[in-house]
């Protein structure tokens, strides 16, 4: 009985194994899409039947951590394996997938991580400009950056590119990507020219990322369609003309070279342009040592604009100097709208040592309206003197606020808390409905 129990099993697995390969061939195909290209390569010697499925497969997706031994030995043994073996074979595999695939190709995607493939870089760019694509993702982290060849401008029908580690030059008969709608760019070099080139010559563009670059001064975006814009890197000048921008995150790294300097010249005048043509504007995002950079003889003045739109205002990074409060104030005057304010603080060591509550005298400020301003959100607070000041002030302006979260920076002692909350909860409240929770 056992056996024909044993052979009835048999002749059931034999039957659903001959149903799935008979389906058809873009279903196996679909099926093999969920597999990395590697794997799928790897399936082809189930039977006959899934030889060349891999190669209509809409999507590639290759990654050279898939040969990476990382974990079968030292350090530096793994990385002389790779480099040897590991990355000769990954070599070998993108070449095959780029030669040898036959359907259309919607999605291209490579990582490598362990290796440098400077040497066939190229060649894979002009291979994959024969497919045309609709989204490409290159990651390549490992050496210097990699120049992108003029064989991927030419794809006309991308509407999704990501791109890391690269340098990025323009070639002169460059027409634009006329249906590109997302671009991430991280860690790259350029030119100012060339970056303000590309993103004007894409006339269907959504969504930008500028994240880490160099080469790049002044940045130039002009884009009819953007509606979500993210700068993160060193940047001395800003000119947005984006009409349509519902969300813009900015963040400028290179704090310390600004702080000292004013913002003066034409220069100054770019931003405060910016800033007064984001009419459309929802949500704000301010980051690294851009309130600071803001601060500096820029924002001082009145915004020549209103943010009609702006709901959301988030400070990543609060340095707690008086003129940042001042610059973000100037912000507040013009957001008639803002419901939600978010602030990270970022103290310097100077602030737990200062004899005053703020690093220089108080100016006079013009209290803002924030008629509409229903939750602040406090994080990492430290119990600071000027942190329950600022605190006191936006208290003091919004006769709506239901809510104020402070969200208590770890390690910070229970007696600075205790003391800070003390002095909270006895500040006057424009809100009778205003709430003070800790966290």
């Not at 704000?284 to 020549?304: D, E, H, Q, R």
């Amino acid at each position: 009985m056992g056996h024909a129990k044993n052979a009835k099993a048999k002749h059931t697995i034999d039957v659903s194994s001959d149903r799935i390969s008979s389906l058809p061939q873009d279903i196996k195909a679909k099926i093999l899409s969920n597999l990395n290209t590697d794997m799928a390569v790897r399936a082809s010697v189930l039977s006959s039947a899934w030889r060349n499925v891999w190669t209509t497969t809409p999507d590639i997706f290759l990654c050279d951590c898939k040969f990476c031994s990382c974990n079968d030995g030292p350090a530096s043994d793994s990385s002389k394996a790779f480099s040897v073996s590991a990355r000769s074979k990954f070599v070998t595999l993108v070449d095959m997938a780029l030669s040898l695939h036959k359907g259309p190709l919607d999605t291209f995607t490579i990582h490598g991580t362990h290796s440098s493939y400077h040497d066939a870089f190229a060649r894979w760019m002009y291979m994959l400009s024969t497919k045309g694509p609709g989204v490409i993702t290159i990651k390549l982290t490992s050496g210097p950056q990699y120049k992108i060849p003029s064989s991927l401008f030419s794809m006309s029908h991308l509407h999704f590119l990501y791109l890391k580690n690269c340098s990025i030059s323009l070639p002169k008969k460059f027409e634009g990507f006329k249906s590109l709608k997302v671009l991430k760019l991280k860690v790259f070099s350029s030119t100012d020219s060339d970056i303000s080139n590309l993103i004007s010559s894409c006339p269907l563009l959504d969504e930008v990322h500028l994240v880490y670059f160099e080469g790049i001064n002044r940045l130039t975006i002009q884009a009819q369609a953007l509606q979500l814009l993210k700068i993160e890197g060193n940047f001395e000048d800003l000119c947005v003309e984006a009409p349509n921008l519902v969300i813009m995150y900015l963040r400028l790294d290179n704090g310390e070279g600004y702080q000292s300097v004013p913002v003066q010249g034409e220069r100054k005048n770019y931003l405060r342009q910016t800033f007064g043509s984001l009419t459309c504007i929802e949500r704000l995002n301010i980051g690294g040592s851009f309130l600071t950079y803001l601060s500096k003889g820029c924002m001082l003045a009145k915004v020549p604009g209103v943010f009609d739109h702006l709901e959301v205002f988030c400070i990543e990074r609060c340095l707690w100097r008086w003129t940042e409060v001042v610059a973000a104030c100037s912000l507040f005057q013009n957001a008639p709208l803002l419901s939600e304010l978010d602030i990270w603080s970022y103290p310097r060591p100077e602030a737990f040592t200062r004899k005053g509550i703020w690093d220089q005298d108080e100016t006079e400020l013009q209290a803002p309206k924030l008629d509409h301003l229903i939750l602040i959100t406090l994080n990492d607070f430290m119990g600071l003197d000027c942190e329950v000041s600022l605190l006191g002030l936006l208290l003091s302006w919004a006769p709506a606020l239901e809510e104020m979260k402070i969200n208590v920076a770890e390690g910070t002692t229970d007696k600075r808390v205790f003391k800070a909350t003390k002095k909270l909860l006895a500040l006057p409240r424009a809100s009778t409905k205003a709430k003070i929770i800790l966290t």
